[in-house]
């Protein structure tokens, strides 16, 4: 089993930047890829941005550019820094963990972009 706990979030005007961070425990390593998924209101959950055990990094297009996602293996964190927000990043964002059997999830923390 692994645990997800995210911190950041709030409150910020379009134009500004927040940044997330999720900790990992229990189960860690097994853990491959970690990323960031978001849920705005009347919306399926969207895939944000994505990092490897290794470093490798992928973005959505909606996000890259404005987005950086980093990982510290040895703390077992990965952070979003989101730059130039928008309103249209209004939204619940959830830390994802994938191993080669499960993926795990964080109870999500809210994002609110104002114009």
């Known amino acids: 089993q692994v645990q997800l706990v995210e911190s950041g979030g709030g409150l910020v005007q379009a134009g500004g930047s927040l940044r997330l961070s999720c900790t990992a425990s229990?189960?860690?390593?097994?853990?491959?890829?970690m990323g960031w998924y978001r849920q705005a209101p009347g919306k399926q959950r969207e895939w944000v941005a994505a990092i490897t055990s290794g470093g490798i990094t992928n973005y959505a297009g909606s996000v890259k550019d404005r987005f950086t996602i980093s990982r510290d293996n040895a703390k077992n964190t990965v952070g979003l820094q989101m730059d130039s927000l928008k309103p249209e990043d209004t939204a619940v964002y959830y830390c994802?963990?994938?191993?080669?059997?499960?993926?795990?999830w964080g109870q999500g923390t809210q994002v609110t972009v104002s114009s």
């Open positions: 994802n963990a994938q191993t080669y059997v499960l993926d795990y």
């Open positions: 229990g189960s860690i390593f097994g853990i491959n890829s």
